[in-house]
């Protein structure tokens, strides 16, 4: 028996059926059950989304700055609103355990961030003797994943809304639920109709129509780097602006003199963020050929005691399900893979977790690993690092840098100074020293993690087209 069918979307300012018929079941994954079905959108539907977004373009690209910061702010207060329903949601549909809580604060917090920005922005420059006007690009397709769903639909919103665009929103099938309260929470902000659409469907469907469409003037896509080559290849005959997230494979690198306490679980923890569902999961950690041992021994003690799979609900798990059935699959060929080409196995291993069932994988770490190995390559998105050791600084970013990603880096040391000589020779959009963090400096990949930038000031100027008058 489904418990829910979420049989509309959001189109034109109301909820309404789609013209799409396919039901896609969704699940539990804590336990494997089915939970409910959605109602996919269809190319029809995409058609509707498109023309109400043209038809709201004309007004709201033409609103002030204070009209866009008044409307950030209702859809700030509305999302933290009904952060409990998405808590509800992330947690039976998601799996991401409880005390992730910032699954839950990142939407409100995307506006709050876009708010600061937009007050400080401004749309009019001086150059020369041309006035420079930034205008906002048109109808942008936002197309996001399922492993951040609320936090991704709410930030690539709040930033074309800020630069005065309208959207069609593509979010994954796989979050209908946290699409469906996320959605009901932007409704209740009360904007002009049309300003926002929202479409759940197959990214082959759905994804490929926004992509193709001449009225779409930009895509903003967060997701593999497979896909995104697809919708590269597809937005071409329109020439669409492009902002393409995508994925990575992380270095965290733990240089000699750092304190191993703290490096290894800033580590474990930036390898296992999102239980290893996340683009910016430092899965590969280099470490020092002389500090291996302790390292190595940490690890398996740490992975152990603090970083425990389980119920989500239990304030005590770190690491939820596998978001499903193929994601699981996937994870599990990846752990085979890294026993056949002779990794060593320190901690985890193929198969489920004792005494749990549904879409569980037991947090693995790899020693012996080589920068060669298929687990050091590609993209696993699941909780399994590996451990690659280093001669000295130069080995060590030679060795981070020898991917063809280039999403995110980790620097662990006693010396910030040390630490930042580093960090600005690697490849890599955005480099952590020590933790540190600061959501409003741009995002956004070097090489094949991506093309352009989101967040703050680099990820409004996305969404903006510069026109030069000159006098």
Sequence with gaps: MHDTVIDKVYIDGEFVTPHGTELFDLHNPATGKVIGQVRLADEVDV???????????PAWSATSKEDRIDALRRLQAAVEAHRDELLEAIT???????????MVDTPAGAFADMIKTLEEFDFTRTIGRATVELAPVGVAGLITPWNSDAFLISDK??????????VVVKPSELSATQTNVITQALHEAGLPKGVLNIVTGRGDVVG????????????????????GKVIAREAVDTLKRLTLELGGKSPSIILDDADLEEAVTGALMAGFVNSGQACVAGTRILVPESRQDEVLSLIKKKVEEEFRPGDPRDPATAIGPMVSEQQWERVQGYIHRGVADGARVIAGGPGHPDGLEGYFVRPTVFADVTNDMTIA?????????????????????????????????YVFSADPERARRIASRLEAGRVSINGGYEPLSPFGGFKQSGIGREYGVFGLEGFLEPRSVMV
């Design 377 to 409: 390559r590609e993209e696993i998105f699941g909780p399994v690092l590996s451990v690659i050791t280093y001669r000295d600084d130069d080995h060590a970013v030679e060795i981070a840098n020898d991917t063809t990603y280039g999403l995110h880096a």
């Design 47 to 57: 058609e509707t989304a498109v023309a109400a977004a043209q038809r709201a373009l």
């Design 208 to 227: 490929s129509a926004i992509t193709r469409h001449p009225d779409v003037a930009k895509i903003s896509f967060t997701g593999s780097t497979a896909t």
């Design 92 to 102: 039976v549909e998601y799996g991401a355990p409880v005390r992730n809580t910032y």
């Design 157 to 166: 919103f709040a930033t074309a809304l800020a630069a005065g665009c309208t």
